[in-house]
């Protein structure tokens, strides 16, 4: 069946510092993939999505790129702030499954000033 | 639009009691679908519902069911609660046509304990 699999966290970095969340998937034909973030209470919200091969997904400052012949969609940052801090969570959905989404075990981020 | 909503926020039950929860999703849409968070187990799939009808089920046991009514409300209902099913539960709306555009959106969740 579908997995994902993410990069074990916590995760702790300094503001303005770097950020790469690797995530690997395994799946049968072409998923959709995203990532969603989680803050503290409250529910999921999608981050950024991509739906092919390819294909990069942005949004505020955050970007992953469908890689098919890695099966991977690293999150990357340039330059995180204390806001940031979150669970982040890979996620596949397949396209002949669309309300049936398989997530990673998500990576907790703590960004200290 | 208004977003996801789930009630009620927090529940707190006993071993062998049951429990209703209530998902309304944002309106247009007309899939639900339930994880179950847990820190142990991270999200895991329930099941999802399509115009009234389950389309995907997980593996979770007979004691876990749901519907959906005709206005895309849905409910969840847990029977028999064990301290196990000690957990957040995640709802998420979305158009429910299979394209590959098909994000899914959360409500903030219900917190369930089982005493």
């Known amino acids: 069946g579908d997995s994902v699999t993410q990069m074990e966290g916590p995760v702790t970095l300094s503001e303005e510092a770097f950020l790469t969340i690797n995530c690997t998937y395994t799946?049968?034909?072409?998923?959709?993939l995203f990532w969603y973030v989680q803050y503290p209470g409250e529910g999921l919200q999608l981050l950024l999505k991509?739906?092919?091969?390819?294909d990069k997904g942005s949004n505020k400052g955050f970007e992953a790129t469908y890689r098919k012949e890695t099966t991977s969609f690293h999150l990357e940052k340039g330059s995180v702030q204390v806001s940031d801090s979150a669970v982040y969570f890979c996620?596949?959905?397949?396209?002949?499954?669309?309300?049936?989404?398989?997530f990673g075990d998500g990576t907790t981020l703590t960004v200290k000033p | 639009k208004a977003g996801v909503t789930q009630t009620p926020r927090y529940l707190i039950k006993t071993r062998g009691q049951q429990v209703t929860l209530s998902c309304s999703p944002i309106?247009?849409?007309?899939?639900v679908s339930w994880y179950q968070q847990t820190p142990g187990q991270g999200l895991q799939f329930l099941f999802e519902?399509?115009?009234?009808?389950?389309?995907n089920k997980g593996n979770f046991p007979g004691r876990f069911s749901g519907r959906q009514f005709s206005n895309s409300r849905s409910e969840m209902n847990v029977s028999t609660l064990e301290l196990g099913d000690s957990a957040l539960y995640l709802c998420?709306?979305?158009?429910?046509?299979?394209?590959?555009?098909?994000?899914?959106?959360f409500g903030p969740g219900t917190r369930l304990t089982v005493l």
């Open positions: 998420a709306s979305s158009s429910g046509l299979q394209s590959s555009y098909n994000e899914q959106f």
């Open positions: 799946a049968t034909g072409y998923p959709s």
């Open positions: 991509a739906t092919k091969a390819d």
């Open positions: 996620a596949l959905s397949g396209r002949n499954n669309a309300g049936k989404s398989t």
């Open positions: 309106s247009g849409h007309r899939s």
């Open positions: 519902y399509f115009s009234e009808t389950q389309r």
